[in-house]
């Protein structure tokens, strides 16, 4: 906070002498000069944005280069033959591969609410409905394609903006809970750089997501408690997951409060299901279950499970690297990373950072007793995983290992999602 009155000191000055010296028509182009230097001289703002510009180059590059790439002949059909391929850049149409990439997977369900909305229909657990996906993200897009034209290329453009905003903020939190501005730079490098960190980039909530809970627990550490509540309400109805925001900053609440409670600070807080329970109105006017974003999961065969069972599962095969839509040594390693990640918190007594991250792995890890999918998607957006990664890195051969993993593994991952190989799709 010291640091941030100095610099609003250093600047307030300049601005008003310049504002007394120019008249009314130069006043819009002088304040533009202002806000440009008040973002260049922000650390956030420059840490933000070269994650986001160096993370964001790899996966396009990548992307561009493998829907580029065509095949001469048939796959192979024994081991030492030859696979002759073809990657030709002197037609990239980079609008309509695009659109195919943000489409995949659940890019689709979130696209297809945006254009039509949710299903009208009695509730239906034998086949896979949209009511299983929430409505914030869809929204947005149908409001950008409006002025667009185009859902798709909407989706991307808002998900890339959401992922830029939140990496600024990001850094941001990771000041105000204490941490130094070289650690908060490693953490916004690594969140950008996690292997799925794709899925930031394309017609999914990822990005929304992590803008909002890190914004959440950015406004409730500066005791911004309504900010907080509006802010959580909005991720409820973001992603399920958005619930343990609830709980996270009541027990942040009592540690900055110390017994002493303001009864309208506590209403604010309680806000954050708002956006659930609104969601869960309309899925209950529409099919007559209130719960049918979570009953529907049945069709995906997901259901209620020990949290241990699907890591059990892969201990007793863990040479099965990955099969259909699990990419299991990959999901398996960053649900045991997000877990210790979880108890470091607890143990530096970080009791609402680490309430939020237990929360947010145990959850979808008691949702299905058939595998670890998409558990690296649900991790990704854990921001205190990536302040603690940070911490653990202040040795420079750590930091090293960790930026040469990910970044590896995010060119792996963005080549076979951009292949459309279901292990990167999930």
């Not at 980079?94 to 009695?122: C, S, T």
């Amino acid at each position: 906070m010291k640091l941030e009155e100095q610099s609003t000191l250093t600047t307030e000055e300049p601005i008003t002498n310049e504002d007394s010296r120019v008249d009314e028509g130069v006043r819009p182009q002088s304040r533009l000069k202002v806000v440009l230097a008040r973002l260049s001289s922000d650390r956030s703002v420059r840490s933000g944005l070269f994650a986001f510009a160096l993370t964001r180059a790899i996966v396009f590059t990548i992307f561009i280069m493998a829907t580029q790439l065509s095949f001469y002949d048939n796959p192979p059909k024994q081991f030492g033959d030859l696979q002759n391929v073809r990657v030709s850049l002197e037609r990239v149409q980079f609008a309509r591969k695009m659109r195919d990439l943000v489409q995949r997977a659940d890019g689709n369900w979130y696209l297809g609410i945006a254009r039509d909305g949710y299903e009208n229909a009695p509730f239906d657990a034998t086949r896979e409905h949209n009511w299983a996906f929430f409505p914030v993200y869809p929204l947005m897009v149908r409001a950008a394609a409006l002025l667009s034209g185009d859902y798709a290329l909407s989706a991307m453009t808002l998900s890339n903006l959401f992922l830029l905003l939140a990496l600024v903020l990001l850094h941001k939190t990771a000041l105000v809970f204490g941490s130094d501005e070289k650690v908060a730079d490693r953490a916004v490098l690594y969140a950008a750089a996690f292997p799925t960190s794709y899925f930031f980039s394309v017609a999914q909530t990822e990005s929304l997501f992590l803008l909002l809970s890190v914004g959440c627990f950015y406004a409730a550490r500066r005791e911004r408690w309504l900010a907080a509540g509006l802010t959580g309400a909005i991720a409820s109805a973001t992603r399920a997951i958005g619930i343990l925001l609830l709980p996270a900053l009541i027990v942040l609440y009592l540690q900055r409060r110390r017994g002493k409670f303001r009864p309208w600070e506590v209403a604010c807080l309680l806000l954050i299901p708002t956006g659930l329970l609104l969601f869960m109105l309309h899925l209950y006017r529409l099919t007559g279950n209130a719960l049918a974003f979570k009953d529907v999961l049945v069709a995906w065969k997901r259901s209620g499970a020990f949290f241990l069972t699907p890591l059990y599962n892969f201990m007793m095969n863990p040479l099965l690297v990955g099969s259909y839509w699990d990419f299991g040594l990959l999901n398996f390693s960053a649900s045991i990373m997000a877990l210790a990640c979880g108890v470091v918190l607890a143990v530096r007594r970080e009791w609402a950072l680490s309430l939020y991250t237990l929360g947010c792995v145990l959850a979808p890890l008691s949702s299905s007793e058939i595998g670890l999918q998409s558990l690296t998607r649900y991790v990704m957006v854990v921001f205190p995983i990536f302040i603690v990664l940070a911490h653990f890195a202040r040795r420079a051969w750590v930091d090293q290992m960790i930026r040469a993993v990910f970044f590896v593994l995010l060119g792996l991952m963005s080549a076979m999602y951009a292949l459309n190989v279901s292990l990167a799709l999930s």
